[in-house]
């Protein structure tokens, strides 16, 4: 049963974080109810015993970091034919570190899928497929677990391990479900992670590993001689643009304390997940309540470098999702992170629902500018030089340089859909996706490199979603008794023997009877004494003659 459980648990947790679109919360991705072999068969059995009446469904994910390489260039796959092309479409490839999830689904057709909290080290997909997890920690109910499960994970191994790095994982869940009162419990399920520290991209492997570009570089709207130009500062740079310039360690380099990785965390942060039941004020009923919570410190970009920024979290995003079965009562409430920008002492503004972006521009000092000591051959990123004092002044002085990428920053990216729903139940169903910050490399339109993407790589810390599904009026907290099936209706009265009718049906007891005397003639003859036999003589009388 051990090795059932982990197969059914160990792939919703990553996919529930992985996918950024609210779907419907009945749309679990618990096992499916089997069809009967006979579509004619009777139904099943009823339940024995006391039955929970309450109907409730929810579910709440959070990842502490999406690292996605080529995002939106992979089509969907689906079995549905003609909806490829309505699908948005997916990362070549994409991992998460650190995901939490909780869920609660009255309607399962497994009692131990009823509540399921996981919390697992990491999860990965390829071109849109995604393999089972392993090292994953869970609980599940019924049977209640009166006490918690925590334990060390172990990120698993990948082909993207030379691009990230984790420090130590550990996890904590819990599982409640009453067998008579079923979801109405004080929290049904409860999941948390906890990330000793992270770094990820020391390398962009979508961009050329080399410095030689001539004969691949062709910059739209430039002529030969800038092209040339281009090529020529590439060149001077001390590294390829796949470690931007050589400010990077590059691939297979190690990232454990954040330098040369485009972005670190170096504190402990932590994804909490959690769904319960919580009062509906005026109402014996209670509503579904899916929250997910996320404590990070401080995040850095480019660590250890003249250019290292640092990204204060000023204020933890939440995430909570409440359906009561009403659509007018049933809320999304979202606090949206607050994230102070700072690089060199100067702060460069703050990231919140207001201000949702924000551009560091990546540039290469292009030849014949003004000599600029120790940052020669290192580019111009944001608003400083290689060797740490800022570019305006050599601007000014007549640096010219050309942005070929930039590093953007996002905030506050906040999605919902709600609909009322018949299956499996009547109520109203809602979700909301979340991210805190995504961090995109972008190319622009000077740097001429055949086949680039939108994007060349992304980073999503915080990716969280939650979703809650309560049937009309609220969910009911009781027990009920099932009802007894009804007797069998009478069969009729029993049919009379076939009468005689015939002298066939006459000849059947006679041939009976005489064939049961018979058998007794011949036991009584083998029983009685036999008679011995007696020798006839024949006499013959004297015949006398005178």
């Known amino acids: 049963m051990s090795r059932r459980k982990s197969a059914v648990l160990a792939l919703p947790a990553a996919a529930a974080v992985l996918v950024m679109v609210a779907s419907p919360a009945a749309a679990q991705p618990t096992t499916p109810i089997p069809p009967p072999a006979n579509p004619s068969a009777p139904p099943p059995s009823a339940p024995i015993g006391p039955q929970p009446l309450g109907h409730a469904i929810g579910d ?18 689906t079995i549905i034919p003609g909806a490829e092309d309505k699908l948005p479409k997916q990362a070549a490839a994409e991992m998460g570190f650190g995901l939490a999830s909780a869920q609660a689904n009255s309607e399962a057709y497994l009692s131990f899928e009823k509540a399921i909290a996981q919390s697992a080290p990491g999860g990965f997909a390829f071109q849109g497929v995604s393999p089972q997890a392993p090292g994953a920690l869970s609980q599940t109910a019924p049977p209640n677990n009166t006490q918690p499960k925590s334990a060390g994970l172990n990120p698993p191994s990948s082909p993207l391990d030379t691009l990230v790095k984790a420090g130590l994982l550990n996890g904590r869940v819990q599982a409640h479900w009453s067998d008579t009162l079923g979801p109405c419990v004080d929290t049904i399920a409860d999941a948390a992670t906890e990330l000793a520290s992270l770094s990820a991209l020391n390398a962009i492997p979508t961009l050329p590993g080399g410095t030689d570009l001539t004969g691949v570089f062709d910059a739209p709207n430039m002529d030969a001689n800038a092209d040339k130009a281009i090529i020529e500062g590439i060149k001077g740079l001390a590294g390829p643009l796949s470690t931007l310039g050589g400010v990077l360690g590059g691939q297979g380099a190690k990232t454990a304390d954040g330098k040369g990785s485009l972005l670190s965390l170096p504190n402990t ?18 509503a579904v309540q899916s929250t997910s919570t996320l404590q990070v410190a401080a995040v850095k970009l480019l660590a250890g470098t003249p250019y290292e920024v640092s990204i204060n979290v000023v204020s933890q995003p939440t995430l909570q999702v409440t359906s009561t079965g009403d659509e007018k009562t049933s809320t999304v409430k979202y606090t949206a992170p607050v994230l102070e920008v700072v690089q060199g002492g100067k702060s460069l503004g703050k990231l919140d629902a207001a201000n949702p972006k924000m551009d560091l521009p990546i540039g290469i000092p292009l ?104 049937p009309t009026g609220g969910v009911v907290c009781g027990t009920a008794t099932p009802t ?47 008679r011995p036999r007696v020798a006839q003589v024949k006499i013959t009388p004297d015949r006398h003659t005178d």
């Not at 099936?485 to 029993?494: S, V, Y």
């Open 269 to 286: 942060l932590s994804a909490r997940s959690v769904v319960k039941l919580i009062d509906i004020p005026g109402s014996a009923n209670k």
């Open 367 to 470: 030849p014949g500018a003004p000599s600029m000591p120790g940052a020669d051959k290192l580019p111009i990123i944001g608003g400083l030089l290689g060797n740490g004092k800022g570019a305006q002044e050599a601007i000014a002085g007549g640096l010219q340089k050309l942005d070929l990428g930039v590093i953007r920053l996002s905030v506050a990216n906040l999605t919902q859909k709600g609909e009322n729903a018949t299956q499996p139940f009547k109520g109203y169903q809602l979700g909301a996706t979340a991210r805190m910050l995504d961090l995109q490399v972008l190319p622009t339109d000077a740097l001429g490199l055949p086949n680039l993407p939108s994007a060349l790589a992304q980073i999503s810390l915080g990716e969280q979603i939650a979703r809650a599904f309560a």
């Open 60 to 77: 709440a994910g959070t990842g502490l970091a999406i690292v996605r390489l080529l995002p939106n260039s992979t089509p969907t796959k």
């Open 484 to 530: 007894q099936p009804p007797a069998p209706a009478p069969q009729g009265k029993q049919t009379p023997p076939l009468a005689y009718t015939s002298a066939a049906y006459q000849s059947v007891p006679m041939f009976w009877s005489g064939t049961a005397m018979l058998l007794v003639g011949v036991v009584l003859v083998a029983a009685l004494p036999r």
